[in-house]
């Protein structure tokens, strides 16, 4: 008989018996509408270390160029050894490395899960929320966490290999007694794509109303979300659509308007791109690197092949990667500074990129994506840099657009968590990197760009490996 539980975070007790580690010990039923609010934001709150951690794949990609031991923190120096450098260096076996979001991931679609299921049957005790809103922002996060777990754990979509290609379980209701068996990818990506469709049939808030909210969906956060599926998938048709029926929408914060200090810019201004307060902002949930204490970015320092992506002089975005000592070296280094505030999950300038690059695929439109593309690009340099950026822009053909989109991505983004699954979904190229005097390459097209499942995962679901 199905088991299911419908649980509030704070009575939550997790066990690791169960296949996935949700097991509730504690259980609280809730029973009205306002109920099911709090165990929604509840299940926000539970995405929210998994889809901050998403951004330590910055360790795997070709943004981290060294480690900086003199400056690490408890990510960087586990109690066994130096487990980020596991990370860094692709050796997922040996069993030391800081493993990726996974347990997170399921609670919070067990939550979601629990929202779906018991919804409808909840007294309406508010005229504040309305179940449809709560029903669509369940299915909205359901989708969501199962799209990070495809793009960490499985392979990246190939659609002519993509139904026999290993993805992730599934958990589409609760109960603690099913087996949850790794499904296809091709499975994932439509259970996907399916989720945001019921989302969208009962969602009814067009935008969050302040940034209180800006964590949560709504249906802008929905088809900008679709965008990014899309374009992962090569749907370029469908990704050009999404994204192009939001750009009269999205704003683009002009970064010489902001951060007037010579020297450095200032991370707390509220207009910045990355920050929940942007009028860029368009879904608010994760937080990427930034130089605060406790993160990891300050024992990671950037790549030479990063760096060289920037325009010093002209890229206003310069202004928040700050040039240090590495105290056992003594060699200049660079880290990005960002405010403890730094809140982005998907903003305007993704908006503009994904139809850019949607476009740079289909006929007749280079010209339109290099115009999406120097539309940001007026909004991120100087005038005199912008102006340079559209002449170089205007000369290329598709193969270079395409690959100074992907720059600009790598600008944009970085240290955010996108740079990794860029690479994968796209050119997965050579990287090769240095640690402790020894040089230790990733090979194009390496088995390595897809994570195995996490130890700890494995474990507990011997399912996992059938």
């Given at each position: 008989m199905?088991?299911?539980?419908?649980?509030?975070?704070?009575?939550?007790?997790?066990?690791?018996?169960?296949?996935?580690?949700?097991?509730?010990?504690?259980?609280?039923?809730?029973?009205?509408?306002?109920?099911?609010?709090?165990?929604?934001?509840?299940?926000?709150?539970t995405?929210?270390?998994a889809?901050?951690?998403?951004?330590?794949?910055?360790?795997?990609?070709?943004?981290?160029?060294?480690?900086?031991?003199?400056?690490?923190?408890?990510?960087?120096?586990?109690?066994?050894?130096?487990?980020?450098?596991?990370?860094?260096?692709?050796?997922?076996?040996?069993?030391?490395?800081?493993?990726?979001?996974?347990l997170?991931?399921y609670?919070?679609?067990?939550?979601?899960?629990?929202?779906?299921e018991?919804?409808?049957?909840?007294?309406?005790?508010t005229?504040l929320?309305?179940?449809?809103?709560?029903?669509?922002?369940?299915y909205?996060?359901?989708?969501?966490?199962?799209f990070?777990?495809?793009?960490?754990?499985?392979?990246?979509?190939?659609p002519?290999?993509?139904?026999?290609?290993?993805?992730?379980?599934?958990?589409?209701?609760?109960?603690?007694?099913?087996?949850?068996?790794?499904?296809?990818?091709?499975?994932?990506?439509q259970?996907?794509?399916d989720?945001?469709?019921?989302?969208?049939?009962?969602?009814?808030?067009?935008?969050?109303?302040?940034?209180d909210?800006?964590?949560?969906?709504s249906?802008?956060?929905l088809?900008?979300?679709?965008?990014?599926?899309?374009l992962?998938?090569?749907?370029?048709?469908?990704?050009?659509?999404?994204?192009?029926?939001?750009?009269?929408?999205?704003?683009?914060?002009?970064?010489?308007e902001?951060?007037?200090?010579?020297?450095?810019?200032?991370?707390?201004?509220e207009?910045?791109?990355?920050?929940?307060?942007?009028?860029?902002?368009?879904?608010?949930?994760?937080r990427?690197?930034g130089?605060?204490?406790?993160?990891?970015?300050?024992?990671?320092?950037?790549?030479?092949?990063?760096?060289s992506?920037?325009d010093?002089?002209?890229?206003?975005?310069?202004?928040?990667?700050?040039?240090?000592?590495?105290?056992?070296?003594?060699?200049?280094?660079?880290?990005?500074?960002?405010?403890?505030?730094?809140?982005?999950?998907?903003?305007?300038s993704?908006?503009?990129?994904?139809?850019?690059?949607?476009?740079?695929?289909?006929?007749g439109?280079?010209?339109?994506?290099?115009g999406?593309?120097?539309s940001?690009?007026?909004?991120r340099?100087?005038p005199?840099?912008?102006?340079?950026?559209?002449?170089?822009?205007?000369?290329?053909d598709?193969?270079?657009?395409?690959?100074?989109?992907?720059?600009?991505?790598?600008?944009?983004f970085l240290?955010?968590g996108?740079r990794?699954?860029?690479?994968?979904?796209?050119?997965?190229?050579?990287?090769?990197?240095?640690?402790?005097?020894?040089?230790?390459?990733?090979?194009?097209?390496?088995?390595r760009?897809?994570?195995?499942?996490?130890?700890?995962?494995?474990e507990?679901?011997?399912?996992?490996?059938?």
């Amino acid at each position: 008989m199905k088991k299911l539980a419908y649980i509030f975070l704070s009575a939550l007790t997790l066990s690791s018996c169960n296949y996935l580690d949700i097991t509730p010990v504690g259980q609280v039923i809730p029973g009205s509408v306002s109920e099911y609010r709090a165990l929604l934001t509840e299940a926000y709150g539970t995405a929210y270390p998994a889809t901050s951690s998403h951004s330590y794949t910055c360790l795997l990609s070709d943004e981290v160029g060294s480690l900086d031991h003199s400056s690490a923190s408890g990510f960087l120096v586990a109690s066994d050894g130096e487990a980020a450098s596991y990370n860094f260096r692709w050796e997922y076996t040996s069993g030391n490395m800081q493993e990726y979001p996974w347990l997170y991931y399921y609670r919070t679609i067990f939550l979601a899960n629990a929202v779906i299921e018991g919804i409808g049957s909840a007294s309406q005790d508010t005229n504040l929320e309305s179940k449809d809103q709560l029903l669509g922002e369940a299915y909205a996060l359901r989708a969501y966490c199962h799209f990070e777990l495809i793009n960490l754990y499985g392979k990246w979509y190939d659609p002519t290999t993509a139904n026999t290609d290993r993805g992730v379980p599934l958990a589409l209701y609760n109960d603690i007694e099913q087996s949850y068996r790794p499904s296809s990818v091709a499975a994932v990506y439509q259970q996907i794509l399916d989720d945001l469709k019921t989302a969208s049939d009962h969602m009814q808030v067009d935008v969050q109303p302040s940034t209180d909210y800006s964590y949560r969906f709504s249906k802008k956060v929905l088809t900008a979300f679709e965008a990014r599926v899309r374009l992962y998938m090569g749907q370029w048709q469908e990704a050009y659509d999404k994204a192009t029926s939001l750009l009269a929408s999205c704003t683009l914060q002009d970064m010489n308007e902001t951060n007037p200090s010579e020297n450095l810019g200032d991370p707390d201004d509220e207009r910045l791109p990355w920050l929940p307060t942007s009028p860029e902002n368009i879904l608010a949930l994760d937080r990427p690197f930034g130089g605060f204490g406790g993160d990891i970015i300050y024992g990671t320092c950037l790549s030479d092949g990063i760096l060289s992506k920037f325009d010093r002089d002209n890229d206003r975005r310069w202004l928040f990667i700050s040039e240090t000592v590495n105290m056992e070296t003594w060699e200049t280094v660079y880290k990005v500074s960002r405010s403890t505030s730094a809140r982005t999950s998907i903003r305007s300038s993704e908006v503009y990129l994904i139809a850019a690059e949607a476009a740079a695929h289909l006929d007749g439109k280079l010209d339109e994506a290099k115009g999406y593309l120097t539309s940001l690009q007026a909004k991120r340099f100087t005038p005199e840099g912008a102006e340079a950026k559209a002449t170089a822009v205007a000369a290329l053909d598709q193969t270079g657009l395409l690959a100074e989109i992907a720059d600009e991505r790598a600008r944009e983004f970085l240290l955010e968590g996108h740079r990794w699954l860029d690479l994968r979904r796209t050119t997965r190229p050579q990287i090769v990197k240095t640690y402790d005097g020894q040089t230790y390459t990733l090979q194009a097209n390496d088995s390595r760009y897809t994570l195995p499942y996490p130890q700890s995962a494995i474990e507990n679901n011997p399912e996992l490996n059938n």
